[in-house]
């Protein structure tokens, strides 16, 4: 888990995506999802933009909105997401919600300083879309991690041999982009975005909030 990981510019894209780690494979990207998040310490994070769902971690990145101009993008890791549950209310978007912490080792770096101190809460909300196309490779990973499973058949694998249209089912109603071939990182785009941790910032809009009810915004977005 870090307040903005390592970002470059995709080359078939030309836009921000998460620079891959060792043995990272990218599963796929939705678009048009609202993101927030309740600090150990106190405080929330929100934004607007996408997310990458890869072989180890969740990354959000704040492509349209964000609660304040040094928050950039958002790492959740398969290996410590706790309690995720996807959330269908009657009113409002639909949700996927749970807890994280730093991955083991990382703790130290200044990305996991934020969040130092307890458990994360994260919402991920879908604003357009279905997601059983999502879901389904989210929980198979997850499973996958916990297992510490790498076999030919897993869905990491798949996705690093470029196979993933023959193992996932493709739901019409869902806008998420499968990787079919693996992004790769334009030479010396690479951004990284120092995150100020005594800097406050305004609340989100009324309409702004990543789960409607339960985690929807109005807090101010400050680290404290």
Do not use: H
Request: aromatic fraction near 8%; proline fraction near 8%.
């Amino acid at each position: 888990m870090a307040v903005n990981p390592l970002l470059a510019q995709d080359g078939a894209t030309e836009s921000l995506f998460p620079m891959p780690e060792s043995g990272e494979a990218f599963v796929l990207r939705r678009d048009n999802i609202d993101f927030e998040c309740a600090l150990p310490r106190g405080g929330k994070l929100w934004g607007r933009g996408c997310f990458f769902l890869s072989s180890k971690r969740i990354v959000f990145v704040a492509g349209e909105k964000s609660c304040r101009q040094d928050f950039k993008s958002f790492a959740i890791p398969l290996q410590t997401m706790r309690r995720p549950k996807f959330e269908q209310p009657i009113f409002g978007a639909n949700y996927l919600t749970g807890t994280t912490r730093p991955a083991p080792g990382t703790e130290a770096d200044t990305a996991a300083a934020p969040l130092a101190g307890g458990e994360t809460a994260f919402y991920l909300t879908f604003r357009s879309g279905g997601c059983n196309t999502f879901l389904p490779l989210l929980f198979q990973l997850l499973a996958e991690v916990q297992a510490a499973q790498q076999t030919q058949g897993s869905i990491a694998q798949a996705a690093q041999e470029g196979r993933l249209n023959q193992v996932a089912y493709v739901d019409p109603s869902d806008p998420s982009v499968l990787y079919l071939s693996q992004p790769s990182a334009v030479p010396g785009s690479q951004e990284q975005t120092n995150f100020q941790m005594d800097s406050p910032s305004a609340p989100p809009p009324a309409s702004q909030g990543a789960a409607q009810g339960e985690g929807g915004g109005g807090n101010n977005c400050v680290v404290s």
